[in-house]
């Protein structure tokens, strides 16, 4: 991949290029990160990024119209949503075992000093993560001059937690410890918001190692050396970064984006987007063709002066396209949305025509997406815990706690599996077997399903007489015939006597036990 460069590069990073080191990998993929946070944002961010591609000969002016003009079908942002929303449809199961006080009571409702909530700052460290493939996540304590805890409640001096994108992080090594575990020996924040926008090219790192921080800044228009403003010793005598993967690669430090050929066939998309406003366009506003000795224009009330003795195969003529590419275009981009709906495992859920798939086509689905989200709980599970290890630390404490994720998620189609239920209750009205426990079993997942109590569960089981009249029936055949469809529409052994008195006379019963197992 080429190294970052001033095209199509956002004005407010420096140019890391020159003069500053930073980790090979982070220039490796400091382009293809920003192109995947902005595929995620779209909008302005993404059309200011030139993504569409350019015409041979098209002028700037042409071009910067055209992207203008061509909408964005955002599937990145959608498809990581989804994700979100089904990770977090229920709180993880957190015990904080013996760091529990003020402290931690503040920290959940105020966890980075800035308002956020400590769920709504992991539900944004599993967004950031799930775009770029992984993100960083420091811990930190205010220094303090007061001697006692009761006064560090007072000022709110406690720990805090800072979310860093892969932008933001320059460099970064880790060493392997003789019992095989990886520890991370430094790494390096850019950090605009503490100290200012970028001005002037002046921009400030932080530098965390296991015995020291500092805070240095540098100018990319001078080039000099980095200046270093702050010097302190580390308390802690390890690095309290943690690394959040949305999934591992190869390369430590570098995850893999749960979005990335979602976003290149977003692109596609966007592309051919342009292609079809601009055959629109086209063809609302055909060309007008002449010869230089013809006086002609186009339009309403135009009037056409031609030469007397001008042949008529050069009679002025309006070129107009007859659209027939667009439909040709429109399932291209319609197979490309689908391709999407496969590579994130949610063709059963974001697509319209969802409907149209077999019932072991939408569970194989449902299943791929579970095994995705199990994985992606893991990883924010194990990530979460290696926080509070950092959080507990800062307390002079040792994280003794457990965090659960979710790790099953059950998405089913509601409307298949009522179906099914139904099935399963037809077969035991038909069968001589059928036995009151499966029906009140039955009778459960319907109520779970349509998520209703039991009151409204009764109501559903009357018996549905729209279109259904009750004449006497003048043979057995009908009887059993009509019998059945009684049956079908819930109505009891009783109610079904009531109606029909007559079935005593062809089957010989005074109750409705011979009725149940026509």
Known sequence: MAEFSTVNRDPNLPNYDFGLPTHPEYRNYIRRWKFLIESYLGGANYRSSQYLTRYIYESENEYLQRIAQT?????????????????????????????????????????????????????????????????????????????????????????????????????????????????????????PEELGTYAAGRYYIRTWTKDMILLEEYNDQTKNKPILVEEKINPLGKVPVTWVYANRSPIRGIGASDVGDVADMQNAIYNELSEIEQLIRISNAPSLVKTRDTDASAGAGSI???????????????????GQNLDAILKTIESKVKAIDRMAHMGSIRAIESRQMSGIAMQSEFILLDAKLCEKAKNLQLAEEQIWRNWALWQ???????????????????????DLLQKAAATQRDSATATPAVKTMLDERVKELLAIDDEEMEKIKQPDTTGMTHPPMANPADMVKHMREMISQNYTDSQILELHPEINQFFGADNGEETSSS
Request: with cysteine.
């Open 396 to 418: 002079g404490q040792v994280f003794d706690g457990e965090i659960n994720y979710p790790m099953a998620f059950h998405i089913r189609d509601k409307n298949l599996d009522m």
């Open 304 to 322: 056409i002066t031609m030469p007397e003795n001008l042949d008529p195969g050069l009679a002025p003529r309006l070129l107009q396209p007859n």
């Open 71 to 191: 909408p964005l079908d955002n599937h990145v942002k959608s498809v990581v949503h989804i994700f979100n929303s089904f990770l977090f449809r229920n709180e993880p199961e957190r015990d904080y075992g013996s760091i529990a006080g003020p402290e931690l009571e503040q920290f959940l409702k105020d966890c980075d000093m800035d308002g956020r909530t400590w769920e709504s700052f992991m539900r944004d460290v599993n967004l950031m993560a799930s775009v770029y493939g992984h993100c960083a996540v420091l811990v930190d304590r205010p220094e303090t001059q007061v001697g006692t805890r009761a006064e560090e409640l007072q000022q709110g001096i406690r720990p805090y937690v800072t979310l860093y994108t892969p932008e933001n992080i320059i460099d970064w090594n880790w060493n392997r410890l003789p019992s095989g575990h990886y520890e991370l020996e430094y790494v390096k924040f850019l950090e």
